[in-house]
């Protein structure tokens, strides 16, 4: 928590917002997604999910493969609780949902599923982009499909899987994913390996989004590997997230923008 703390006053006092930025690119995406305070349609059917998860009290053993939990002890859990302290908050999923509204990708893969409150901010709008969702946990992937179905979210295939497996059996140079969203396993490792096994599907246009950038000292070390890349051009650190493009026109840039 200490560490986090500092952490975040590091980030306030280097953050920036739009007024700071002079490439057109990031310019455009600050001001007209992440800036945009209009309300969308889609912001009530992601309440809805997020309100039938935490009225959810069913309680369910969670196997976790990733760096483990801050919050809770024990891996027999409500559902709600999940929901309230583990799954994404309320505005980042508006967040994330106008990232996917702005850039329209046609297809996008989720390493992390949980309960699926940022599944369905990746589906809701985009009915008819491809979407892949990973997660090791049987009994969480179940409940955010149901969740899902209940919502009409019909574009979603969700599997059941440990990442690293996944990612190393599939022909991943034949996948264009235009968006990734990693949220599975915060560690520095497990980070760097995911991020070098999808490679092979960038181009132009690819939008990766780390989750949880700051989430500990091997995480932080982890998102200064991936900003130094050299395909990497362009991040963004929102703090919560580490955003990364890839476009060969772009100069290398980073910067740190309060969201």
């Given amino acids: 928590?200490?560490?986090?703390?500092?952490?975040?006053?590091?980030?306030?006092?280097?953050?920036?917002n739009e007024h700071a930025v002079?490439?057109?690119?990031?310019?455009?995406?600050?001001?007209?997604?992440?800036?945009?305070k209009r309300s969308k349609p889609e912001y009530s059917i992601l309440k809805k999910y997020r309100k039938s998860l935490f009225?959810?009290?069913?309680?369910?053993?969670?196997?976790?493969?990733?760096?483990?939990?801050?919050?809770?002890?024990?891996n027999i859990r409500e559902v709600s609780k999940i929901a309230k302290t583990a799954g994404i908050s309320s505005k980042r999923a508006k967040l994330l949902f106008r990232i996917v509204?702005?850039?329209?990708?046609?297809?996008?893969l989720e390493i992390g599923t949980s309960l699926g409150l940022a599944t369905s901010a990746l589906a809701v709008r985009n009915t008819k982009a491809t979407i892949v969702t990973l997660e090791g946990c049987q009994n969480t992937i179940a409940i955010?499909?149901?969740?899902?179905?209940?919502?009409n979210l019909n574009n979603i295939?969700?599997?059941?899987?440990?990442?690293?497996?996944y990612l190393k059996n599939h022909q991943l140079s034949t996948v264009n994913y235009?968006?990734?969203?990693?949220?599975?396993?915060?560690?520095?490792?497990?980070?760097?390996?995911?991020?070098?096994?999808?490679?092979?599907?960038?181009t132009n246009e690819s939008i990766w989004i780390f989750d949880d950038i700051h989430w500990s000292t091997a995480m932080e070390e982890a998102w200064k590997t991936i900003k130094a890349h050299p395909k990497v051009t362009v991040t963004i650190d929102t703090f919560q997230w580490g955003i990364v493009?890839?476009?060969?026109?772009?100069?290398?840039?980073?910067?740190?923008i309060r969201v």
């Fill in 1 to 16: 928590m200490i560490f986090q703390i500092k952490s975040y006053l590091k980030f306030i006092w280097n953050s920036k």
């Fill in 22 to 36: 002079h490439s057109p690119f990031v310019f455009d995406l600050v001001t007209k997604c992440f800036y945009d």
């Fill in 55 to 74: 009225e959810n009290t069913e309680t369910i053993e969670v196997t976790d493969f990733g760096a483990g939990s801050k919050v809770f002890k024990s």
């Fill in 101 to 108: 509204n702005y850039f329209e990708p046609n297809a996008i």
């Fill in 144 to 151: 955010a499909t149901k969740q899902c179905q209940l919502q």
């Fill in 157 to 165: 295939e969700f599997v059941n899987t440990e990442f690293s497996s």
């Fill in 178 to 202: 235009q968006l990734i969203y990693f949220d599975g396993n915060h560690s520095k490792k497990a980070t760097l390996d995911y991020f070098e096994l999808l490679l092979p599907t960038i």
């Fill in 245 to 256: 493009f890839f476009r060969i026109e772009q100069e290398k840039e980073h910067f740190v």
